[in-house]
C-alpha cells in the first residue's frame, strides 16, 4: 500500500526520523561534485552522502582508505553549494576518526566548519563508541555504518556478505542497538542478509538505510555512479542500473570525434 508523502522543503535529521515512523521510504544516493548534487537534489532524493567512494569513482583508487579528509571537505564543499531540500552526510575518512576520540572530534569539526555539511557518517560499532558520543556531545548528528565496512576491507580480506554467522550476527544487532543508544540518528547496513537486516531496522527507533541489506529497512542507498551506469564493471547483485551512461556516453564521445575529424563540426549555424 503506498503512504502520502509529507513535502519537506528541507530534510533534516528529525525528517528522516519521521519518515520512518510514517512507513515512508527514504532515498539516499551518493554526489561528489556541483553538478551531479544539483541534478540529485532537484530529483528529490531525501539524502545525500557524500562518501569516501570518491576514492574509487573519483579518483581511480581500488579501495576507500587512500581518500583524506582534505579531500573529503573538497568535494563535500563541492556538494553543498548545490543544495535546496536534501540532508548532506559526509563520510569521516579512514584515519581521521580512528585512532582516538579527540582526533575524531576534530576531524568531524573541520568536516563541519569547512564544508558546510549538514551530518557525518562513521564506520564500526562498539570500538567506536567513545568517538561518537564526543563528536554528538559537539552537536554534530552521526550517522553509523555496520555490516561490511569498507574501509576495513583488509582485516575481513573481501567484499563478501557480513554477518552470516550467528555470532557476527548477533554482534551487529547489539552495535545497532548501542549506536541508537550513543545518539546516532541513523545507521547504514551494507551487504548482510536481508532477514538480519530487517530485524535490525525494527529493533531500533532510528532509520536504517540499506545497501545489498533487503527491502525491509527504511531506506536505500546505490553509489550514483554505479546507479546510473557510468562505471560498468561493478556488478553486485544489490545494484539496479537505472540507465547506461558509459555506453551513451562513450558513443556520444565518439560521433563528437568523428564529427572533428570530418569538419561536420562545427557547422555555419555553430559559428558566429
Do not use: W
Not at 76 to 85: E, G, K, M, Q
Not at 142 to 156: E, R
Amino acid at each position: 500500500m503506498s503512504v502520502a508523502k509529507k513535502d519537506y522543503k528541507r530534510v533534516t535529521v528529525k525528517s528522516l526520523v519521521e519518515m520512518k515512523q510514517n512507513n515512508e521510504k527514504i532515498s539516499m544516493l551518493t554526489a561528489y561534485d556541483y553538478t551531479m548534487a544539483k541534478i540529485v537534489d532537484g530529483a528529490g532524493v531525501d539524502v545525500i552522502l557524500v562518501g569516501d567512494s570518491a576514492s574509487n569513482v573519483m579518483a581511480g583508487h581500488e579501495t576507500t582508505l587512500p581518500i583524506t579528509l582534505d579531500q573529503m571537505i573538497y568535494h563535500a564543499s563541492s556538494v553543498v553549494r548545490a543544495i535546496d531540500r536534501a540532508l548532506v552526510v559526509v563520510d569521516l575518512p579512514f584515519g581521521s576518526y580512528q585512532s582516538d576520540p579527540k582526533e575524531a572530534l576534530r576531524s568531524a569539526i573541520r568536516i563541519m566548519k569547512e564544508s558546510g555539511g549538514h551530518a557525518v557518517k562513521m564506520e564500526g560499532g562498539k570500538e567506536v563508541k567513545e568517538s561518537i558520543k564526543r563528536i554528538l556531545n559537539a552537536g554534530i548528528p552521526v550517522m553509523g555504518h555496520l555490516g561490511l565496512t569498507p574501509q576495513s576491507i583488509y582485516k575481513f580480506g573481501t567484499y563478501t556478505v557480513r554477518a552470516k554467522e550467528e555470532q557476527e550476527a548477533q554482534q551487529l544487532k547489539e552495535d545497532a542497538i548501542m549506536l541508537e543508544k550513543a545518539g546516532c540518528f541513523g545507521i547504514v547496513l551494507e551487504k548482510i542478509p536481508a532477514k538480519l537486516a530487517e530485524e535490525v531496522a525494527k529493533s531500533v527507533s532510528i532509520p536504517v538505510i540499506g545497501i545489498g541489506a533487503g527491502g525491509d529497512v527504511d531506506g536505500q542507498v546505490l553509489v550514483l555512479h554505479d546507479m546510473i551506469g557510468m562505471t560498468h564493471e561493478f556488478n553486485p547483485r544489490f545494484l539496479r542500473r537505472y540507465m547506461n551512461l558509459y555506453e551513451e556516453m562513450t558513443t556520444a564521445i565518439g560521433q563528437y570525434v568523428d564529427d572533428v575529424k570530418t569538419q561536420d563540426f562545427p557547422s555555419d549555424k555553430e559559428q558566429y
